[in-house]
């Protein structure tokens, strides 16, 4: 009987300790699914917030749209830029007009110098004794005419009291001419020498700067011909150019040459002076293309130079097309919306570009215009502080997540 109960007792069903265990079953389901929702949450939901939003985003670089002005009240439309250097239009590569040796030079690169005024000199003892020696052959030469002349008074004299014939006059007289064009003779001798020594100074030919010395006192100079380089001239002394006369030399396309016309309104952009745009106009239009590059020289005349320009920089030329609003006196510049031409692409065959806001972009249709200093105009679509993906991927759509590189 007692075994029977014992066996009852072990097949009795424990429902005290069931609840329990499956309550934590229950629990760890839940912060399981807790967890995943979370996680779906910020990685899909909201993107934008916190460090797991990079998981589904598409890394891009960034560029910046920009605003540039396109010069003074005059300035209209872009039409094209063209890039070049500046060049003084008075330039000159001095030289001495006699070989020598260098004695003297007054003047350092940046030196101001007046024309006539004496920056270099040469070696002049040679000239200085050439001189003196024909200071002295003039005074022979006076010395043996006054001789002369006496011989052929006297042989007048005795040619009246018939004691010498005609032929005797006429020679004396022949003697003095002889003696006299030995006098004009060392005379111009003289000057002749006087000429050599003032070619040893050497003088500035106008007003202006000297922009590269290209000898030192004791090497050797000479004559150089004409319309040398200011890099490659051999034997000159100096460089000099007028400041004043800066002007802008490019090279634009022959293709585009007909949209140029005299006096067209330009910005010049220096590389060197960058956000400090120039008012420009165009001077010339070199009646000749170089057929090895298609392009034709065009001279930009500089209308607010300062002390910053300087010869040989390089520099981009954005003619303009006038308008009459932009002719008015108290017109402010015209604001011109710029972006790099990697930020372009095509959807639908159209030009967009991206904006990245709060880690998502948004397709933005764009109206482009010319170039301009490496650039694109954009005429429509941006306002010029957006931050835009370059070289944006063709799979990028608008709403996708992104993050930075870097």
Known sequence: MRDLKDELASLRIDRERSPRRWGRTITLLLLVMLVAGAVFYYIYAKPQIGPLAALGAVEVETTQATVQNSGGPAAGTPILTASGYLVARKQSVISS???????????????????????????????????????????YAK??????????????????????????????????????????????????????????????PFDGVVIKKMTEVGESVAPIPPGVNVSTSSGAIVAVADMNSLEAEVDVNEANVAQLGPNQPATISVQAIPNHPYDGRLRQIIPTADRTKATVTVKVGILNKDKYLKPEM????????????????????????????????????????????????????????????????????LAGSETLVNNPPQKLKDGDAVKVKG
């Open 143 to 204: 010395a043996n005419l006054a001789e002369m002349q006496r011989q052929a008074r006297l042989q007048q004299g005795l040619f009246k009291d018939e004691v010498v014939s005609q032929d005797a006059v006429d020679a004396a007289d022949a003697k003095v001419r002889i003696a006299q064009a030995t006098v004009a003779q060392d005379e111009a001798n003289l000057k002749v020498q006087e000429s050599l020594l003032e070619f040893t100074n050497i003088r500035a």
């Open 314 to 381: 390089s520099c981009n030329v954005t003619f303009l097309e006038p308008s009459k609003k932009d002719s008015q006196p108290n017109a402010p510049p015209l604001r011109i919306v710029t972006i790099s031409k990697d930020a372009i692409t095509t959807r639908d065959g159209k030009p967009v570009v991206f904006e990245i806001e709060n880690r998502k972009v948004r397709m933005i249709p764009v109206v482009t215009g010319n170039d301009l200093n490496g650039q694109v105009i954009v005429r429509n679509g």
């Open 97 to 139: 007009k006699i070989q020598g040796r260098l004695a003297e030079l007054r003047v350092e690169e940046g030196s101001v110098v007046r024309g006539g005024e004496v920056i270099a000199r040469l070696e002049d003892a040679d000239y200085i004794a050439a001189i003196t020696k024909a200071k002295a052959d003039i005074e």
